[in-house]
């Protein structure tokens, strides 16, 4: 193990303390788990505690965990996976919340705690349903503003439910539901016999 996570670990754990779901130490990353009602709290800590100072965060994405390990999870369904970096330390830490309820899934935005956080939430929300508590501006960001459901869901159709195109009899943009016939796509393979020879 690197001293980094030598040194990471422990401090996390006294630092979070009761606030700290899980730890866990894998491929030499260090993950952890926090519940919804203290994320703000320990993203906070995490940004500002001396010794911690994970200043910038990377990424943020959304997760859909209903279809997990085949089928067989039993946890919550949402969850929200934060990756934060410490330049001044050199260390990395993945953050993981669930939200409390899978139909109606939410955690609090960090988007105060780090600006960037503002697209990587929209995106979350467009893409998975995830509302973040307390963000600016929640809106879709990549698909269209008439767009039915959230495509990242294991449950979404693969062929969607609507398709939008221009009608020019109409002379206006439509929706109608999707016309796409199902089907299996087989790759062709080019193979010859000198090839690389």
């Not at 970096?85 to 409390?100: C, D, G, I, K, P």
Request: with cysteine; hydrophobic share 40%.
């Amino acid at each position: 193990m690197s001293s980094n996570l030598e040194t990471l670990s422990p401090r996390l754990q006294e630092t979070l303390a009761d606030r700290l779901l899980k730890l866990v130490e894998r491929l030499g990353e260090v993950t952890i788990e926090v519940g919804a009602k203290h994320l703000r709290e320990v993203m906070l800590t995490l940004r500002d505690h001396r010794g911690l100072e994970f200043d910038q965060l990377i990424d943020l994405c959304g997760m859909d965990y209903s279809a997990y390990g085949d089928g067989r999870w039993e946890g919550k369904r949402f969850a929200v996976a934060y990756h934060l970096l410490s330049v001044r330390n050199n260390q990395r830490v993945r953050v993981r919340v669930f939200a409390e309820d899978d139909d109606y899934p939410r955690v609090a935005t960090v988007v105060d705690i780090w600006p960037v956080a503002n697209w990587f939430e929209r995106e979350a929300f467009d893409l998975f349903g995830i509302l973040f508590d307390g963000h600016p501006d929640l809106r879709r960001i990549l698909t269209d503003y008439g767009f039915i459901g959230h495509p990242f869901r294991k449950d979404f159709p693969l062929s969607g439910n609507v398709e939008v195109r221009y009608d020019p009899e109409q002379g206006r943009v439509i929706y109608q539901p999707v016309t796409v016939e199902p089907r299996e796509i087989t790759p062709r393979i080019v193979r010859e016999e000198n090839y690389g020879g």
